[in-house]
């Protein structure tokens, strides 16, 4: 009877302590907001999900990430007190790639659409844009309408809004990585046409650009319009400290600097 009593109390001893060790757990709050800030800054790092895509994010000839994104998310990570590193990833997988913290926020002029905006935490917007039809100069006049280019097959990338606009128009396309290698589909003539954004057109497309042979006619989107924003993990108040960044930087000049670099200072969204 006396070792039955001692694994009784050898039993809820070990109870409580369990029970303890519960409440005294970090509690985790529905919304995570916690955890996600102090988990970038205990790690030093900001890891910035990208793709190519000029003029918000892209390389240097020596390696550097630059571009209105890129320096921005320097910034913002500078007054967290950590380090931005980039990252390129499949933007069809961007989502996947945030809930596995193989990255930290998805920032790489991203427009904020119904289902973004329900998969992550969303900054404000900050960048205004549109949709366009990218093909050669060379026949740019039979393509000024959009019954005119229904008919063409694009080049869209993968899970972007320019692949949704062209799937409004019943048009045949071929989805591609990025919006860089769409252009590249225009000017090897895989693809008669691509959809990319209008602020990515204006930087690399046209007279003086790599893609002198190519331009832009219509735009597909110009009733409604988009803007960009930026995502995190669901329940991050990482987007909460990142528009109390946007709301400074435009307010001290900064943002519309960074954006005067990159020729983008009229697309800007008052913060």
């Not at 913290?101 to 844009?129: F, P, Q």
């Not at 987007?239 to 600097?257: H, I, P, R, V």
């Amino acid at each position: 009877m006396n070792k039955l009593k001692k694994w009784v109390a050898l039993l809820l001893a070990v109870v409580m302590c369990l029970a303890l060790a519960a409440c005294n757990e970090t509690p985790k709050t529905d919304d995570n907001t916690q955890t996600d800030l102090a988990y970038v800054q205990d790690k030093g790092t900001l890891v910035v999900g990208i793709t190519e895509f000029e003029p918000m994010d892209y390389q240097t000839a020596d390696g550097e990430w630059i571009g209105f994104d890129a320096d921005m998310a320097k910034a913002f990570a500078e007054s967290l007190g950590v380090t931005a590193e980039f990252q390129i990833i499949d933007w069809d997988s961007k989502v996947m790639e945030l809930e596995g913290k193989t990255i930290d926020v998805v920032w790489n002029g991203m427009t904020l659409t119904d289902e973004v905006k329900s998969a992550m935490e969303c900054s404000n917007a900050y960048c205004n844009n549109a949709q366009v039809v990218i093909v050669p100069a060379a026949v740019a006049d039979q393509y000024q309408d959009i019954d005119s280019v229904k008919k063409l097959t694009f080049a869209v990338e993968s899970g972007s809004f320019g692949k949704a606009e062209v799937e409004k128009l019943g048009a045949n396309f071929n989805e591609v990585v990025d919006q860089a290698t769409a252009l590249l589909e225009v000017k090897s003539g895989t693809s008669d046409a691509a959809v990319i954004d209008s602020l990515m057109a204006g930087a690399m497309v046209g007279e003086g650009t790599s893609y002198a042979d190519l331009t832009y006619t219509v735009t597909l989107n110009a009733e409604e319009g988009e803007q960009y924003g930026v995502g995190f993990r669901k329940g991050s108040n990482l987007a909460a400290a990142l528009n109390e960044f946007f709301a400074a930087s435009y307010a001290d000049g900064t943002m519309m600097e960074i954006a005067e670099t990159y020729g983008i200072q009229a697309a800007i969204v008052e913060q």
